[in-house]
T-cell receptor
Framework: QKEVEQNSGPLSVPEGAIASLNCTYS??????FFWYRQYSGKSPELIMS????GDKEDGRFTAQLNKASQYVSLLIRDSQPSDSATYLC????????????FGQGTELSVKP | NAGVTQTPKFQVLKTGQSMTLQCAQD?????MYWYRQDPGMGLRLIYY???????DKGEVPNGYNVSRLNKREFSLRLESAAPSQTSVYFC????????????FGPGTRLTVT
């Protein structure tokens, strides 16, 4: 099992729909969870961080964390073509000395 | 406020050549990181510096050295480049510690022939 796992996609949604991106991780003791957006040829851009169970909302983005299930997700409401990018999940893994481990990313395509 | 800056943006090296990638941040962050990103492999940590004066190995340190020159600057050196080091290199910084949000520079695209 990979330490941080994401579906590679591509995930295709129509404009205005909700995009749901999922991430599972291997270490139950992990404390910090991040979502980055990366446009093609650009660097990762931090869009959400979440540290405790439940939902955290920021504009059209909602991060959801369930530590018991070792699962973190990102919902994008009212998806726009400009949201088309690769979304990287990153987890601060306790069993890796606290290092930030990235998933391989999910490619999202929002169709007009 | 430029955030994290990296130079150069692009570089082509021949096998065996050496070079240093430069990174600087103006956010007064304590911790700095070097990652490489390869297709199908994701982002992997090469080295990091939790604070000025300290450096530690990450997941893929072989073939690289680092220097934390001061609080602002963290350089990555390839002593004898190999084709396997062809990659995109990103520098990142965080306020303090691995558990906090990391902010990335624009990257250096390196090709070793």
């Amino acid at each position: 099992q990979k330490e941080v796992e994401q579906n590679s996609g591509p995930l295709s949604v129509p404009e205005g729909a909700i995009a749901s991106l999922n991430c599972t991780y291997s270490d139950r003791v992990s404390q910090s969870f991040f979502w980055y957006r990366q446009y093609s040829g650009k660097s990762p851009e931090l869009i959400m961080s979440i540290y405790s169970n439940g939902d955290k909302e920021d504009g059209r983005f909602t991060a959801q964390l369930n530590k018991a299930s070792q699962y973190v997700s990102l919902l994008i409401r009212d998806s726009q073509p400009s949201d088309s990018a690769t979304y990287l999940c990153a987890v601060n893994l306790y069993n890796q000395g606290g290092k930030l481990i990235f998933g391989q990313g999910t490619e999202l395509s929002v169709k007009p | 406020n430029a955030g994290v800056t990296q130079t150069p943006k692009f570089q082509v090296l021949k096998t065996g050549q050496s070079m240093t990638l430069q990174c600087a941040q103006d956010m007064n962050h304590n911790s700095m990181y070097w990652y490489r990103q390869d297709p199908g492999m994701g982002l992997r940590l090469i080295y990091y510096s939790a604070s000025e004066g300290t450096t530690d190995k990450g997941e893929v340190p072989n073939g690289y050295n680092v220097s934390r020159l001061n609080k602002r600057e963290f350089s990555l050196r390839l002593e004898s480049a190999a084709p396997s080091q062809t990659s995109v290199y990103f520098c990142a910084s965080s306020e303090g510690g691995l558990a906090l949000e990391q902010y990335f520079g624009p990257g250096t695209r390196l090709t070793v022939t």
